[in-house]
Every structure is written in structure tokens, then in C-alpha cells.
């Protein structure tokens, strides 16, 4: 049965947020509603939601600062903006943005669920044509990318291909479709780019990072989002880039997203990446060992991990080193950016 489509309405105007609700929550959605910006974004933070509706005029931040602030942190969010018709907001500008599309007051309720369904599946139709296109010249830009960071940091590289392995291990677990394998994939190969903007002082210092070099290692994930967002079939990869640093209980970066407001993929990449950083051997220490690593994930699940991500990862791991777990990769879809990582690069 297909989910129940979740939807953010913000409104100032309580009677005009509250008519639009109803009219949605009659057509089958589960709808939020936010009178001001600040209530919008509180919610986008904390709850799971596939469709953002939000008016233009919003008291406590103007319509295009929220949908700035929207866009950047939920590229793959589809935002409709909602405005009376003498509003003075620029719609080129909004749409410049990155916002979805817009509607003019008072909106025609009966062609709502339209606009919302056609919303949504031109995102969805956006990973299917990135996997199908699987355009060279797209793959040869990401490939120069890695390669540019690769020059800077050796370990980065080797660590992203490792993720992808593991990544490529849960996601047969999880049964994902090829769309979203190929995805997952992709944002576990380019999840740090964003390092290549970090001087090296600070990506090559083992520890001790001073106050402000902790926030210009902590900027890599939207650097790198950034980055990748540039390319619009990417938006939802360019989302989970962001977001994989984000804390299940709401205390990581950039934007303190907590549960299932984080993207499930970066959900997922957050316990691959942190596993893969404890088992690897760096220039200043020794890995700590994979059942020592799997242990740290448990201990975790519920405060930085999602406790069922977590479960269904050290399943996974357990039955990898175990050898006799039935699994295969599809590797006709993966992307070869380069030879794949020697296993020696682990301790044991
Ligand atoms: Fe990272």
C-alpha cells in the first residue's frame, strides 16, 4: 500500500492555512501547518515530509528567505509557493530558487492534489532519468571531481569507495529499488566532496582542532551539497550529501534535523561512514577493530543513529564477516570511478 503523502502548509493567514488543511487532509494527505517561518521550519526539522506548500508572505522571515532556507536544505523537497496576486515577491526569483512551482490565491482547491501529484512524481521521474541517462558526461564531471579530491586528501577517496560497498550491502538488505540503489550509491561516493574546499591544515590534523577550524571542517557537508546541487538531477543526491552528519536525536550539523525529518539515505550513510572511519587504519592510528566498531554503532543506535538503520546494519555486517551472506551486487550499476579499494586497508 502506498504511503500516506506528508505535507507542510505554511500560512499567515490562520483561516486561509487551516481552509487548505482540511481541503488536503480530505484529499488523503497527512498536513502540518505553520502560521509564521519559524514554526515552518521548526516542523522541517522534526517530521518527515514529501511536499512543502508555503505562502509568500510569512511575518517573521519574507517568502523568499524561507523558500532560500527551504531550497538549501531539502533540494529534493518539492516547495510550492502560494501568493496573493499584489504580492510584490519576484516569482522569477523564487523560481531561481529552486522552488517547485507556484499558485495564486485563492487557489483552486479542486486542482490542488494535481499540482501537488504533478510535483511529486517530477521528482521522482528525476532519478529514474539520472539512472537510465547515466550520462557520460555527467559521471566524467563527478569522476574529475573525486579525482581533484582524491589529489588533496588520499584517505577521502578510499574511504568514499569503501562506503559505497557497505552502502551497496544494505541497500540489497533493504531491498531498494535499482533508482534508489543507484542514488544511494552515488551520494556515498560524493558524500565528502565538500572537503575539497577545506585547507589541508585542517583535513590533515589528526585532533585538537581549534573552535574555528571545527566549523570550517563542519561546512563540508554543505559545501559539498552545494557543489552537487548545481546539477539539477541530482538534487536529492545533493540532499543526502548534506545531511549525513545530521544526529537522529537533532544534535549534529548543519541544520539539526532530527528522526525521520533526516533523509533515510543519509540516515543510512551516517552509521556507514561513521563504521567505516573506526575500522580504517589512518596515518595517526589504527583502526579499532570491526567487532569493536559494530559494538560503538549499537551503543549509539537511538542517540546518533536511527535504532532501526542501526539493527538492520550490524545484521548486515555480522553476516558479511561471517562470509555466508546472500548477497549480489548489481554491478552493472555501479559506477566506476575508479579501481575498487584493497581489503588489506582494514586492521582486523
Ligand atoms: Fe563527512
Known amino acids: 500500500m502506498a504511503q500516506t503523502k506528508s505535507l507542510l502548509v505554511i500560512d499567515d493567514d490562520p483561516h486561509y492555512g487551516e481552509m487548505l488543511k482540511d481541503a488536503l487532509t480530505f484529499f488523503g494527505y497527512k498536513v502540518f501547518l505553520a502560521y509564521s517561518a519559524t514554526g515552518g521550519l521548526d516542523i522541517v526539522k522534526r517530521e518527515r515530509l514529501d511536499l512543502i506548500i508555503s505562502d509568500i508572505n510569512t511575518p517573521s522571515a519574507n517568502g523568499i ?5 527551504l531550497t538549501n536544505m531539502f533540494l529534493d523537497i518539492p516547495l510550492i509557493m502560494v501568493t496573493g496576486s499584489n504580492s510584490s515577491v519576484d516569482l522569477r526569483e523564487a523560481m531561481a530558487l529552486g522552488v517547485s512551482d507556484y499558485l495564486f490565491k485563492p487557489v483552486n482547491i479542486d ?3 494535481i499540482v501537488i501529484e504533478k510535483n511529486l512524481e517530477r521528482r521522482r521521474q528525476e532519478s529514474r532519468r539520472l539512472r537510465e541517462n547515466k550520462s557520460d558526461i555527467l559521471l566524467k564531471a563527478l569522476r574529475a571531481l573525486l579525482r581533484a ?6 584517505y577521502t577517496c578510499g574511504h568514499s569507495q569503501r562506503v559505497v560497498r557497505l552502502a551497496m550491502l544494505v541497500g540489497n538488505h533493504l531491498k531498494l529499488s535499482t533508482d534508489q540503489l543507484y542514488t544511494l550509491q552515488l551520494a556515498s561516493f560524493l558524500h565528502d566532496i565538500g572537503k575539497i574546499g577545506m585547507p589541508d591544515k585542517i583535513l590533515n590534523k589528526a585532533d585538537g582542532l ?5 566549523n570550517i571542517a563542519r561546512d563540508h557537508p554543505v559545501v559539498g551539497s552545494e557543489i552537487i546541487g548545481e546539477i539539477e538531477e541530482l538534487s536529492e543526491v545533493a540532499s543526502i550529501v548534506r545531511h ?3 544526529r537522529y536525536d537533532g544534535k549534529g550539523y548543519p541544520d539539526q534535523l532530527k528522526g525521520e525529518a533526516i533523509p533515510y539515505f543519509a540516515r543510512i550513510l551516517s552509521i556507514i561512514d561513521c563504521y567505516e572511519a573506526l575500522v580504517s587504519d589512518r596515518v595517526y592510528r589504527k583502526g579499532i577493530g570491526q567487532s569493536k566498531a559494530l559494538a560503538e554503532i549499537e551503543r549509539n543506535a537511538g542517540t546518533q543513529f536511527d535504532p532501526g538503520l542501526a539493527r538492520v546494519f550490524v545484521e548486515v555486517m555480522r553476516n558479511d564477516l561471517n562470509g555466508h551472506y546472500p548477497i549480489n551486487i548489481d554491478h552493472s550499476l555501479l559506477v566506476d570511478f575508479n579501481s575498487p579499494p584493497s581489503a ?3 586492521s582486523s
Not at 528567505?65 to 532556507?69: D, E, K, S, T, W
Not at 581549534?210 to 571545527?214: I, M, V
Open 65 to 69: 528567505q524561507l523558500a532560500r532556507q
Open 111 to 113: 486542482e490542488l492534489p
Open 149 to 154: 579530491l582524491d589529489a588533496k586528501d588520499p
Open 210 to 214: 581549534e573552535d574555528y577550524e571545527l
Open 244 to 246: 549525513h552528519h545530521e
Open 344 to 346: 588489506s586497508h582494514y
